[in-house]
């Protein structure tokens, strides 16, 4: 078992607490975040397509170890295989005319190395500067000194926040969901 890309057992299940509540319908606002392809991605201009935006709070590197703790946080464990996930899943969710992002606060850098090695088709946004989060009032929490972000998933079109996934549990499958929501006659109208 590879200590990032599965997942151990017994991870503890996430609460829907309430707060990504108030996301749906909300207007994006007009935030340029770095990309790992090398430019400034404008989330509140993504288009008329639809536009998946996976929010995770980090990816771990083969090079560090994951520290106990981490797997004790309710939807913490899983941004590697979430990744993985709408790598593996990428050309069917473009298949539907969807657009996919990662969005996290690792630098640029960190980020790069993670699209690198996991061999992503689609591109990571970083918001370590915290202006998409705050913007939006995303769900975040401590961990090491760290504020990160709690796992959710935005589905974007037209400038709007269509629909909200969260809590994302578990996050190995997450992407499966998403292309079911997609592939739903409601999604598509």
């Known amino acids: 078992m590879s200590a990032l890309t599965d997942l151990p057992a017994g991870l503890p299940v996430p609460e829907d607490d309430g707060a990504a509540d108030h996301l749906r319908g909300m207007h994006m606002p ?8 090398g430019r400034d ?12 935006l996976y929010i995770y709070p980090r990816t771990g590197r083969p090079d560090r170890p994951v520290p ?3 797997d ?3 939807g913490a464990r899983g941004c590697t295989p979430e990744s993985c996930g709408f790598r593996d899943h990428f050309a069917e ?3 539907l005319g969807a657009g996919v992002f ?3 606060t690792q630098d640029t850098d960190y980020q790069r190395e993670a699209a690198e090695r996991l061999h992503l088709p689609f591109e990571l946004l970083s918001d370590s500067e915290f202006t998409l989060t ?4 995303l769900p975040t929490f401590h961990f090491e000194g760290e504020r990160l972000l709690k796992r959710l998933t935005l589905v974007v079109r037209a400038g709007g926040v269509e629909h909200v996934f969260y809590p994302v549990f578990p996050p190995d499958g997450h992407a499966e969901e998403v292309l079911a929501w997609l592939s739903s006659p409601g999604a598509r109208a």
């Not at 991605?41 to 998946?52: H, K, N, Y």
């Not at 705050?134 to 009032?137: F, M, S």
């Open 68 to 70: 106990a703790e981490w």
């Open 41 to 52: 991605i404008d989330v509140g201009d993504l288009g008329q397509r639809q536009t998946v």
């Open 30 to 37: 007009h935030v340029g975040l770095r990309s790992t392809g």
């Open 102 to 104: 990662g969005v996290s």
């Open 134 to 137: 705050d913007a939006l009032r």
């Open 72 to 74: 004790a946080i309710p």
């Open 93 to 95: 969710i473009a298949a």
